[in-house]
């Protein structure tokens, strides 16, 4: 078990549907991160939040929708999504790298497999 | 800027022989780098990491790399592959500051009994 849980594991969802993707960690992490992962493309960074602020957004649709509330919870919403956002998503944690800890690796969560229809 | 290169989508090998998954990399800065682990539906494992002490790293499930300054290499090596090794490899560049973490496009791992 790797400290880093998603739910759902699976998501069916119409595009007029509204969603969230949860992912929490155990890991004591103040950084979490959302990745997607399409068959036969590049995994793609999507946000990141170190201390619960938002430091990346790598030109996302609006349609994808970070929540952070604490350093342990991270949320994904999505709404009118579109066949091609269905990917296995992932979340990451880490420790913030000015911690000063030697120890920054990302640890990753089972994902969470999107399909649209 | 940060960059990775992993030069074979795919490589094959029978049981019990060596395994190499080969890994260059471009960076500004003193990197760490990375190596994790994919199976089918699953989340990524690390398998291991370099952070600027010794330049062999050894990993877990015998797995190992070594950091090559010189030549910007940090390729993957096991002696022996077992079947339960076939998955997707990433090997990861990150520099020492922030929080960014650059992935190659994976090797796929077959393992022939």
């Known amino acids: 078990e790797t400290g880093v849980t998603q739910t759902p594991r699976h998501l069916v969802m119409g595009m007029t549907n509204k969603k969230s993707l949860k992912c929490e960690q155990h890991?004591?992490?103040?950084?979490m991160y959302w990745y997607k992962q399409s068959a036969k493309k590049p995994l793609e960074l999507m946000f990141v939040y170190n201390f619960k602020e938002q430091t990346e957004n790598n030109s996302v649709p609006s349609r994808f929708s970070p929540e952070c509330p604490n350093s342990s919870h991270l949320f994904l919403h999505l709404h009118t999504l579109q066949p091609e956002d269905s990917a296995l998503y992932l979340c990451a944690s880490s420790q913030e790298r000015s911690s000063g800890l030697d120890s920054y690796e990302q640890y990753f969560g089972p994902g969470t497999r999107l399909t649209v229809t | 800027a940060q960059s990775v290169t992993q030069l074979d989508s795919h490589v094959s090998v029978s049981e019990g022989t060596p395994v190499l998954l080969r890994c260059n990399y471009s960076s500004s800065y003193s990197p760490s780098l990375f190596w994790y682990v994919q199976h089918p539906n699953k989340g990524l494992q690390l398998l291991l990491k370099?952070?600027?002490?010794?330049?062999l790293v050894k990993g877990i499930n015998g797995f190992e790399a070594e950091f090559k300054k010189s030549e910007t290499s940090f390729h993957l090596t096991k002696p022996s592959a077992h079947m339960s090794d076939a998955a997707e490899y990433f090997c990861v560049v990150s520099q020492n500051t922030g929080n960014q973490f650059y992935f190659g496009t994976g090797t796929s791992l077959t393992v022939i009994p």
């Open positions: 890991l004591g992490h103040n950084a």
């Open positions: 370099y952070t600027s002490a010794a330049t």
